[in-house]
């Protein structure tokens, strides 16, 4: 499903409402920035001192809230012990959702990390609809320079190359040759082009499945790398969303073999430890 709000100059006006902790969803993919645990600390701080902060923005597709932008507060709120919050909601879709969160955090709240709007140019860039909106727009959107949106596309597109333009030039051991690509003659390595590299393989436990076991409702969030294995992105500093995240992206009886095996490198490693 495409976005509804990725051109628009003016969003639809967006409405207030108290809304249950429990029906805001946080695993949309809608989450660019990584939470601070310092930031987190402070906003606990803050809220138990009595401080009121704004409202939540959620995306509601008439059924689901998704959260965009407020995750510290969000997290505050269920620590502290609150089941409503105040949240700004706009109608749409997850994928809205998606959208929006990459201009979050552009001029408020606490800056995003070293190489954050870079990250969130890439998912733009290498989306099928989201690369065709128009570069300043983008630029605008996610509060960086067109400069930079430009040289995130460049870096994209230069693994997506020309054909090489043989000149004839081969050498004799048909290891290197000489080659002409957008007006720059040099060697180029290739003996090895065609062979197939032996992929890299772990010891595998003998229960080993023979591809990962995925649920049928992946979330968004999860891209399939390939047929046999997907990314995935793990929260380091919150277990439930860690924990959440695997649970709906891998089938039960799978992930009851990831945790036998880590029992059993975690009883070796005891055992180590203890001689």
């Known amino acids: 499903m ?6 628009d100059d003016a969003p639809p006006a967006p409405r207030y409402a108290m809304v249950k902790l429990d029906d805001i969803r946080i695993d949309g993919g ?19 001192g009595g401080e009121d902060f704004p409202a939540l923005q959620t995306v509601f597709d008439g059924l689901h809230h998704w959260l965009w932008d407020g995750f510290h507060r969000f997290h505050v709120a269920r620590k502290v ?27 408020h709240g606490m800056p995003r990390p070293k190489g ?29 320079s067109a400069m930079l949106v430009s040289k995130v596309r460049a870096s994209i597109n230069q693994f997506i190359d020309a054909p090489a333009k043989e000149t004839g030039n081969e050498s004799d051991n ?55 294995s997907v990314t995935i992105e793990l929260s380091t500093n919150h277990i ?26 975690k009883a070796q490693e005891q055992k180590g430890v203890a001689k």
């Open 2 to 7: 495409k976005s509804q709000h990725v051109l």
């Open 30 to 48: 809608s989450q660019q920035r990584p939470l601070s645990q310092e930031a987190l600390e402070s906003y606990e701080e803050r809220r138990l």
């Open 81 to 107: 012990g609150d089941r409503m919050i105040m949240v700004e909601i706009t109608e749409g879709t997850q994928r809205d959702a998606v959208w929006l969160s990459f201009g979050a955090n552009k001029d």
């Open 116 to 144: 954050c709007a870079s990250e969130i140019l890439r998912k733009i860039l290498t989306d099928d609809e989201w690369k065709e909106v128009p570069q300043v727009k983008i630029a605008q959107h996610v509060g960086v």
């Open 174 to 228: 048909g290891s290197t040759r000489v080659v002409t690509r957008r007006g720059k003659t040099y060697q180029m390595r290739v003996g090895k082009i065609g062979k197939v590299k032996k992929p890299r393989m772990g010891r595998l436990a003998k229960d080993h499945f023979p591809a990962l076991k995925l649920r049928g409702d992946v979330p968004d969030n999860v891209t399939r790398v390939r047929r046999d």
């Open 240 to 265: 439930g969303n860690c924990a959440y995240a695997l649970y709906h992206t891998f089938v039960w009886s799978y992930l009851e073999q990831v945790i036998k095996e880590i029992q059993t490198m």
